[in-house]
């Protein structure tokens, strides 16, 4: 009789269900077993590594910037060190409305909202995770002071060291220098800010600007062993690799000639700018602009700081107006016109006009300033006393040809100089061309005319140039027609001093002058200058060093008359160029030729003694 299936014995059925689960088991273990061994064996090394990542945490070090200098090696730019805020974001807590409590606090310590707080976390972290985040620089002690007796409630944030540009002279030469910022989004997709991360600094404007990748540097490492907390270990500092600082420019800026020449604006409180160079290299002494500003408010500014720089397009502190002014010249531009009727054949140096003070051209009266007369005059004459009529008949010559623009052009008029500080402007230089185009667009209400190239003629009109084009102009007619490329720029050192580079720009081209011509030029201007009625011999006639200037007053509605003043010394064969321009200055002797005298003062080192005589309205 046989038993079912069912009617097994009880210690079977046992038996099977062991081997069962203990098959299971082993198989289990098996899979286990090869884990275990890929892990430790085969892997083994790479965790190992990732492990130890984990126990790290690695810090960029910021490189101190190069210093900058002036031509005798005194420093106008260098570092100082500054209180910065940092946090680190994983100590935060974890519940959200407690870690926006715990930054809304923060940034009412250094006068962030929250908004903006959080936006700079999350810009730092997207490029650096786990880093901690600087939200301010600059923070006083008392916030130091309360930090540490309330540490317990902000973990994680701690206060730290770090480099600020320092401005020993305040504003001095602060549209040359420019200042420092963050680096932009725009700017990180730049080739030229490649590597660089948000939270890195750059220069902004001047030369800070230019040879930014010159004095930024390269930064160092950090890396600091940490507990599971996060917090480092008693040392914990595993690797440091210190940061390189950047290498140090000098400038080629004379620092008496920069504080004589910004002084000398200051003092009249109008809008101006002045330049000062050597018309044989371009190398520039002094450059200034009035009003100007201090570079240290741009490191951590104030609303209402933001407001006073950029909100005001008159008074704009901010704009370099030696290399972004657009201005008529006025009778500064009488050296161009004399250039280009003495080499395009409508005039010689002995060429004579009958100024009575007063012509009129195609029914339009012109007559000179302070309604002058100056009998027969010749072009040194003309130059001496900046006879309007002479030039008015030299322009109305030159109507039918395009001697005045050519020429205007082969001086570097209304072009971009080439100069190594950025923003630089162009400008214009009317032409039939243009303004018959400007008429058939609709845009003017005429089409060019003679009394358009007579004033042009004058430097009046629709002429637009800056004060550094002008100089570069006279530079050339000084060196007998090398036009110079303009540089700030002289040497870059390293932190030891040693030369690493000379900045010697080529000439952007030579112009054909005729010497004779260039000293007839010079001739009129030396008169002008230092020849009793000369139009700043009231200014220049006591100056021992022999000079050659010209006056200028530029009519700019609605505004009042703009002054000019040029001046090459020493004569006959100058060494320097200084241009001064002063908005709504008035006649170029009254204000912009003090200046210039100022400034040629400071550089020979030679005071001037007063002559008699009355300054004339030019």
């Given at each position: 009789m046989y038993l079912r299936s069912d009617q097994r014995p009880q210690g079977s059925r046992l038996l099977l269900r062991v081997a069962v689960v203990g098959g299971v088991a082993v198989a289990l273990f098996a899979v286990l077993f090869f884990r275990l061994w890929n892990l430790q064996v085969i892997d083994g090394d790479k965790y190992l590594a990732e492990a130890q990542t984990n126990r790290t945490r690695e810090y960029k070090v910021i490189a101190p910037r190069g210093d900058i200098l002036y031509s005798d090696g005194s420093v106008l730019v260098d570092n100082r060190t500054s209180l910065?805020?940092?946090?680190?974001?994983?100590?935060?807590?974890?519940?959200?409305?407690?870690?926006?409590?715990?930054?809304?606090?923060?940034?009412?310590?250094?006068?962030?909202?929250?908004?903006?707080?959080?936006?700079?976390?999350?810009?730092?972290?997207?490029?650096?995770?786990?880093?901690?985040?600087?939200?301010?620089?600059?923070?006083?002690?008392?916030?130091?002071?309360?930090?540490?007796?309330?540490?317990?409630?902000?973990?994680?944030?701690?206060?730290?060291?770090?480099?600020?540009?320092?401005?020993?002279?305040?504003?001095?030469?602060?549209?040359?220098?420019?200042?420092?910022?963050?680096?932009?989004?725009?700017?990180?997709?730049?080739?030229?800010?490649?590597?660089?991360?948000?939270?890195?600094?750059?220069?902004?404007?001047?030369?800070?600007?230019?040879?930014?990748?010159?004095?930024?540097?390269?930064?160092?490492?950090?890396?600091?062993?940490?507990?599971?907390?996060?917090?480092?270990?008693?040392g914990g500092e595993l690797v440091s690799q210190p940061p390189a600082p950047g290498d140090n420019l000098k400038l080629a800026i004379d620092p008496k000639v920069q504080e004589a020449g910004e002084d000398s604006l200051a003092s009249y409180g109008l809008p101006g700018a002045f330049v000062t160079m050597d018309v044989q290299n371009g190398e520039l002494l002094g450059l200034g602009s009035y009003p100007t500003y201090d570079p240290d408010v741009l490191i951590e500014p104030s609303q209402k700081e933001v407001d006073e720089l950029y909100e005001d397009p008159e008074w704009a502190p901010l704009t370099n107006r030696a290399t972004e002014g657009h201005y008529p010249s006025g009778s500064t531009f009488k050296m161009i016109t004399a250039m280009a009727a003495l080499e395009g054949g409508v005039a010689t140096p002995s060429t004579t006009i009958v100024d009575n003070g007063f012509i009129e051209i195609a029914g339009q009266p012109f007559q000179n300033a302070g309604k002058q007369a100056y009998g027969p005059v010749d072009l040194e004459k003309a130059m001496k006393v900046s006879s309007d009529i002479y030039f008015y008949e030299l322009g109305r010559e030159m109507n039918q040809t395009d001697l005045l623009q050519n020429w205007a052009a082969r001086f570097g008029i209304a072009q971009q100089t080439g100069i190594d500080l950025p923003g630089e402007a162009e400008g214009q230089v009317p032409s039939k061309e243009w303004r018959d185009q400007l008429y058939a667009e609709g845009e003017t209400d005429r089409p060019w005319a003679v009394g358009d190239n007579i004033q042009l003629a004058t430097g009046q009109g629709d002429l637009q140039m800056d004060p550094l084009q002008l100089a570069v102009a006279y530079a050339a007619l000084a060196n007998g027609g090398k036009l110079v490329t303009p540089h700030v720029g002289k040497e870059v050192l390293d932190p030891l001093g040693r030369v690493l580079k000379e900045f010697e720009p080529k000439p952007r081209r030579e112009i054909q002058i005729d010497p004779a011509t260039r000293d007839a030029i010079m001739a009129g201007l030396h008169a002008s200058a230092q020849e009793p009625e000369g139009t700043s011999y009231p200014v220049f006639g006591g100056f021992p060093i022999p000079v050659a200037g010209k006056t200028g007053t530029?009519?700019?509605?609605?505004?009042?008359?703009?002054?000019?003043?040029v001046v090459l010394a020493p004569y006959p064969n100058p060494r320097i160029v200084t241009v001064v321009t002063i908005e709504e200055g008035g006649f170029g002797a009254q204000t912009a030729a003090p200046a210039a005298l100022r400034i040629l003062e400071a550089y020979f080192d030679k005071k001037a003694t007063e002559v008699g005589g009355e300054t004339v309205a030019e």
């Open positions: 910065a805020l940092t946090i680190e974001t994983s100590k935060l807590p974890h519940d959200e409305a407690q870690a926006n409590a715990e930054l809304k606090e923060l940034g009412s310590l250094v006068n962030m909202p929250l908004k903006k707080v959080k936006r700079k976390i999350r810009e730092e972290e997207d490029v650096a995770p786990g880093a901690p985040v600087q939200l301010r620089r600059d923070i006083g002690h008392d916030i130091v002071y309360y930090l540490e007796e309330n540490q317990r409630d902000f973990p994680g944030v701690k206060v730290e060291q770090v480099f600020v540009r320092a401005y020993p002279e305040g504003s001095r030469a602060a549209h040359l220098v420019g200042s420092v910022g963050e680096v932009s989004e725009e700017e990180l997709k730049e080739q030229r800010y490649k590597g660089l991360e948000p939270g890195d600094e750059v220069g902004k404007e001047g030369v800070e600007d230019t040879y930014d990748h010159l004095l930024r540097g390269v930064p160092g490492t950090t890396r600091v062993q940490v507990d599971a907390f996060g917090q480092p270990t008693p530029a009519q700019r509605p609605p505004h009042e008359d703009q002054a000019w003043y």
